[in-house]
């Protein structure tokens, strides 16, 4: 049972990766776990970092449902933060680190990711970095776990830009002899080269956000003002974003007021829970999430609960447990 409940977990990550890093607290977290430093992403992007807005901590539970009839869960296996940042000339930012914890998932599992999405000055730039991985089934990552290889870890990472509605960007496969951790964002992304690969240039529809977190943050943007304004839970509304040379649609497929959501140290009112779906439009594959989220107080439109169901027999959830 073990060894599937990880399988299980590596199948979940591996398909989340590419939307929920974009691409990736704990416990005691509030001290050891940090986003990169202004230095490190400046290489990358290319732009000094902005001024913190708001610092979310949140904490991973994985489920699994062995039978149609009970979920059996593990609190606290992982963990994800968002990093908000805003200047004064309207330049925005947004940062998201998530993953699991070896130090608490079963057979010491280590997947997470990182992206950092910024506009300033009519230039919006991407950075994501993951842990890469070929399992393509259960079956595979069963095996994967079993074998239990030693030696290089391998990581993907990508640095994107949009400007004058044209995507560009630059892939870089690179390998550590060390089993760096989601609390060592800061070395890797220090560690890879200048350079990459380069992809070819696409045409950006105008209206379309620069990354999967814009997007998701101009959803949440609209459905608050939509229930300030009218006291209604908007749905349907849909937005387009690029990532990599590939479009997406993000659509919130139905949303419903809550009147009290209960966090560890806050009870929060009026917090809107809302069905999203993403769909690759080259592909026409669709993926589904949960959200729910504040509409006032000094939490309005953060999200303080994301669930994420890709397979029947699993489920993670991301609950907000810290802010600043």
């Known amino acids: 049972m073990r060894t599937a409940h990880c399988a299980w977990w590596i199948d979940v990550v591996r398909r989340a990766a590419p939307f929920l890093l974009a691409a990736a607290t704990l416990g005691s977290a509030h001290a050891v776990l940090a986003t990169s430093g202004p230095s490190t992403l400046a290489r990358w992007t290319g732009t000094p970092r902005l001024p913190v807005a708001g610092d979310y901590r949140y904490t991973l ?9 009970f979920w059996i869960s593990r609190p606290n296996v992982g963990a994800a933060r968002i990093v908000r940042g805003q200047a004064a000339n309207s330049a925005r930012s947004y940062e998201l680190l998530i993953g699991s914890d070896p130090d608490k998932c079963p057979m010491r599992l280590n997947r997470w990711g990182y992206v950092a999405e910024s506009t300033q000055d009519g230039t919006s730039r991407l950075v994501g970095l993951m842990t890469e991985s070929n399992e393509e089934s259960v079956e595979q990552a069963t095996a994967a776990l079993n074998q239990r290889p030693q030696g290089r870890h391998p ?118 829970d809302s069905e999203l779906e993403i769909r690759n439009r080259a592909t026409g594959s669709t993926t589904e999430f949960r959200l729910v989220y504040a509409t006032g107080g000094r939490l309005a439109e953060v999200p303080v609960r994301i669930v994420y169901r890709p397979r029947w027999y699993f489920e993670a959830e991301l609950t907000l447990e810290a802010w600043q």
């Open 155 to 272: 990581f993907k990472a990508i640095r994107a830009s949009v400007a004058n509605g044209e995507a560009s960007a630059q892939v870089v496969r690179v390998a550590f002899d060390e089993a760096f951790t989601l609390r060592d964002v800061e070395k890797v992304l220090g560690r890879l080269p200048e350079g990459g690969e380069p992809t070819a240039r696409v045409a950006v529809p105008a209206g379309t956000s620069p990354g999967f977190l814009a997007a998701l943050a101009q959803a949440i943007h609209a459905g608050a003002e939509a229930f300030r304004t009218s006291g209604v839970a908007a749905r349907g509304r849909s937005q387009a974003f690029v990532y990599d040379r590939g479009f997406y649609d993000l659509t919130v497929k139905s949303s419903k007021v809550v009147p009290q959501v209960q966090l560890a140290s806050k009870s929060l009112r009026n917090c809107i």
């Open 61 to 69: 539970t994985a489920r699994v449902r062995p039978l149609l009839v």
